[in-house]
């Protein structure tokens, strides 16, 4: 099975969802719908104030919900710090990270590229202009 098929069906304890709620729907339909679709994600659903992508059993959402309290994630304060996605190898990491910058995404550690998890792990940690933070991880890379 590849990385992008589906499996059977969801395992038990699996992650079913995951709700982040952004200041801007324009920004994170950039930023995080490119980055979903280049993993594999669908558009799921639509409506007035958000959007979801599928990838098997699972889905995320963004939502410019009213209630908001801040126009910024901040991903050192309580709560989420970042997402990470399993990606096919090393060269679709760097595929990835040499096009975020158009789709509105920065790449933190750069002094640290593509081992600021370690020397073990093979990552690159992008950020967008609304502070969420992903981490993209090579599934092939070896460990020595």
């Given at each position: 099975m590849t990385p992008y098929e589906e499996a059977p069906g969801p395992t038990?304890?699996?992650?079913?969802?995951?709700?982040l709620w952004v200041p801007d729907l324009t920004r994170a339909r950039t930023s995080l719908g490119w980055l979903l679709e280049s993993l594999g994600y669908t558009?799921?659903?639509t409506w007035e104030t958000g959007h979801s992508w599928r990838l098997g059993?699972?889905?995320?959402?963004?939502?410019?919900?009213?209630?908001?309290t801040a126009t910024r994630h901040d991903?050192?304060?309580p709560?989420?710090?970042?997402?990470?996605?399993?990606?096919?190898?090393?060269a679709t990491v760097e595929e990835l990270t040499a096009e975020s910058p158009r789709h509105g995404w920065h790449l933190?550690?750069?002094?640290r590229h593509p081992h600021a998890g370690g020397d073990q792990h093979y990552a690159a940690y992008l950020e967008n202009v609304d502070g969420f933070e992903v981490e993209?991880?090579?599934m092939d890379f070896p460990s020595t």
């Open positions: 038990h304890g699996a992650l079913h969802h995951v709700e558009v799921s659903q059993p699972t889905y995320v959402v963004v939502e410019q919900s009213p209630a908001l991903r050192l304060r709560g989420l710090n970042h997402l990470a996605f399993h990606v096919a190898d090393a933190l550690f750069p002094d993209l991880v090579a």
